[in-house]
């Protein structure tokens, strides 16, 4: 690209900020949800993996950059303890987010605002009618200020357990956003069953009997039944 069409004058860059995030929506935006798998690998070089948009020049790096973190959807992994092929144990799920964050850095991490992960239906208790509880797709989008959209299946989920002030933190910063779904996952280092909150009537993880998953930062203790 030629200096003239990379520059400050450029006349792309005089067009109204509205007008030019249109245009970095239709270049940067996926369909479907982005993994972060690729970019988390150890035998693979440490450089972030960018949009060539992003490398233009500093004011259209800055708001394309905003763009494809904080609107496209990020796939943290899927969760599960067996042998099967793109599972991941907890331990090196948790790694993975460790080194993600790392690469991204503080100001692009900042911007994130829509997360999902799986989990292996192995990871549940057993269903009521003796087999395997399905696989589950968690997403958790900021929908406005203070406000988060948790489904689990496309389907509302229970936020009673966020501690106070976590909720209106995590859509200011995608930095505690990601960290809640960290917090969340590590419900599954131990056997889980699907039950309903009683207060906002969602669903939501309880456990038989005391739970191993306790005082963390971000969310209360997991409900016993």
Same mark, same amino acid.
């Given at each position: 690209?030629?200096?003239? &069409?990379? #520059?400050?004058? #450029? ?20 369909? $479907?949800?982005? /993994? $972060?798998?690729?970019?988390? &690998? ?7 993996? &960018?949009?060539?948009?992003? !490398? ?8 394309? *950059?905003?763009?494809?973190?904080? +609107? ?42 829509? *997360? #999902? ?15 395997? /509880? +399905? ?9 406005? +200020?203070?406000? *988060? ?16 002030? $976590? ?5 200011? =910063? ?10 969340? /996952? ?11 909150? =009683?207060?906002?009537?969602? /669903?939501? *993880?309880?456990? !038989?009997?005391? #739970? ?8 209360? =203790?997991?409900?016993?039944?």
């Amino acid at each position: 690209m030629s200096s003239s &069409q990379t #520059s400050p004058s #450029s006349p792309i860059l005089s067009l109204p900020g509205e007008i030019r995030n249109q245009i970095w929506r239709s270049l940067v935006l996926s369909p $479907v949800p982005l /993994s $972060v798998a690729p970019f988390c &690998q150890t035998n693979i070089s440490s450089r972030l993996q &960018q949009p060539a948009l992003a !490398f233009v020049n500093k004011q259209v790096r800055s708001e394309a *950059l905003g763009i494809y973190y904080s +609107e496209n959807t990020w796939f943290l992994g899927k969760i599960g303890y067996h042998a099967i092929p793109n599972d991941i144990k907890l331990y090196d799920f948790h790694l993975r987010l460790s080194r993600w964050r790392t690469l991204l850095g503080p100001t692009n991490t900042r911007c994130l605002a829509k *997360l #999902s992960l799986g989990i292996d239906g192995r990871c549940y208790a057993w269903s009521d009618d003796g087999g395997i /509880s +399905e696989d589950a797709t968690y997403e958790m989008r900021v929908v406005g +200020e203070g406000v *988060l959209k948790f489904e689990r299946n496309g389907k509302p989920r229970c936020l009673c357990r966020l501690k106070e002030g $976590v909720e209106r933190e995590a859509t200011r =910063d995608g930095a505690v956003l990601l960290e809640v779904v960290k917090e969340y /996952s590590a419900s599954y280092c131990e056997t889980v069953h699907e039950g309903e909150c =009683d207060g906002c009537g969602k /669903s939501r *993880l309880e456990k !038989f009997g005391k #739970s191993e998953v306790t005082h963390l930062p971000l969310w209360e =203790d997991i409900v016993t039944c």
